[in-house]
């Protein structure tokens, strides 16, 4: 399975001009994804017009989402997938909240709606769960709350069923929400070499430095495994076009040939 996770930036962010409005890098962004050609395409900040491109360029691929809100069509953490290669066989959506089934619940402090999506794929070599999500970027008890969520939904499925989680999880390996995952079984995928290599940039590039407290120092994307000992060779997508980037955060790419 070759596999991307994108916060590809909201496009409605009303100061988002030139290089980083949707419009103007949204090539980029197709550009950086399609040289990968990723079976499971994994989306963070995607909005309904996004989706929509995102929909019409991976004409191949099938889609899931969830919403954030009753009533409302405004998609979290879509999840693409290869058709004929993979088959659907059920979904999930849950907030991270203490109420995780209502929708636009929220909880623990956090700036924003945030939720877990998955679905359970088939595929030649068997099952494989693939989890999205997004943790808040304000709130640390959020963030540990979502690790200990996370973490208790996946230990309700059979230990040999491989899991892959994937997201913008607001943090880098240090925090306590990343070390709760860890010692529940996820494995990051990331080369250890690249542990702490920013993967958040606010358009500037691999010239962008700046401490954010207990959220670290950038490294916030995440490709982890568990069910099976994976390969450690994700790789951060730095392409950019001059000076238009695909999004403010770096995507992160991985090939498991087990799965």
Known sequence: MKIITCNI????????????????????????????????????????????????????????????????????????FRRGMYENCGVGAWHLSETPHIPGSTSWGTKCVRMVNWVLLRGAKGLVRVVNTHFDHISQLARDNAARMINEDAAAWDSGLVQILTGDLNCDPENPAIKSLAAAGWIDTMPEKDLFCPTFHDFIGTAWHQDLGICGKGRMDYIFIRGITPMRNSEIVFDHDKEIYPSDHFFVFSEQKDI
């Open 9 to 80: 930036r909201f496009s409605s962010m009303g100061h988002d001009t030139g290089p980083r409005f949707w419009k103007n890098r949204r090539e980029c962004c197709f550009a950086a994804i399609e040289k990968r050609d990723p079976d499971v395409i994994c989306l963070q900040e995607c909005h309904t017009d996004q989706l929509a491109d995102f929909k019409a360029r991976f004409a191949g691929h099938d889609c899931i989402h969830g919403n954030s809100s009753a009533g409302v069509e405004y998609p979290e953490n879509a999840i693409f």
